[in-house]
């Protein structure tokens, strides 16, 4: 079945992605050298004014624009599709907001700080937030099944990938011998240094109410998807 096949919104998700990620990874980037320059909470804010409009602009161009281009599957009518999808989602939001971040720093309220962690879900994967977002993109991808749903999802994963080589330079720079030694005792791939007994999972460390927040943002956001859906479709981007 056809949409408007190769619609324009293919482009401009691609370049709305880039932008983001220009502006995200270029500013951790700069984050040493700003922090000392305007010190680490006017660096938090900067890093919020810019990189936050950027992903609402993503979020709502995305939702009004979710059914473009070519269905190349159709499996909403499955039935066991809806609840892997949903479950997937939530265990994604587990990989993609931590325990381990400080919401006090992310909101400058306590001066940000760069952290090594290596409890919770860190045991499991260094680099949670991609992980979280490619189980996020591949349910996502699977429920919608259109060719723009599926640019949107390339272009997030590799974008996250690039993170992933990212951040370990920026932190292998930052920390030295101290962050080598955590990348031998942890992987990327999710449970790989457990597997191979370089890692161990301690089930405790998840009983935090970090994780009971989590898991009632999924369920609020279940319940608000909907209206969250028909507020987007009234602005016209």
């Known amino acids: 079945m056809f949409n408007d096949s190769f ?12 932008s983001f990620a220009i502006a995200h990874s270029g500013l951790a980037a700069l984050r040493s050298w700003a922090e000392n320059k305007i010190g680490p909470r006017l660096y938090r804010i900067l890093f919020a004014l810019v990189s936050l409009p950027l992903a609402v602009i ?5 939702f009004n624009h979710r059914y473009d281009g070519l269905q190349l599957w159709q499996l909403q009518g499955v039935p066991i599709v809806k609840p892997i999808v949903w479950t997937f989602s939530a265990i994604s939001f587990l990989f993609l907001y931590p325990s381990t971040f400080n919401l006090l ?36 991808t699977l429920w919608l099944g259109t060719s723009f749903t599926f640019v949107t999802s390339v272009g997030l994963i590799l974008h996250h990938l690039f993170g992933v080589w990212h951040g370990d330079r920026r932190l292998q720079k930052r920390f030295g011998e101290s962050y080598d030694q955590l990348k031998s005792r942890t992987s990327v791939i999710p449970f790989l240094a457990i597997i191979q007994g ?20 999924v369920l609020l ?3 608000a998807h909907p209206l969250l859906i028909r507020a987007t479709g009234n602005i016209d981007w």
Do not use: D, N
């Open 221 to 223: 956001f279940w319940q």
């Open 58 to 62: 993503l979020i709502i161009y995305f």
């Open 198 to 217: 370089r890692q161990t999972l301690h089930l405790q460390e998840f009983i935090r109410w970090a994780y009971l927040g989590i898991g009632l943002f």
């Open 105 to 140: 720093e992310i909101a400058a309220i306590q001066k940000p700080q760069v952290h090594l962690h290596e409890t919770g879900i860190i045991r499991i994967t260094r680099h949670p937030q991609m992980v979280g977002q490619v189980i996020w993109c591949i349910a996502h």
């Open 7 to 18: 619609t324009p919104s293919h482009l401009i998700i691609l370049g709305l992605l880039l």
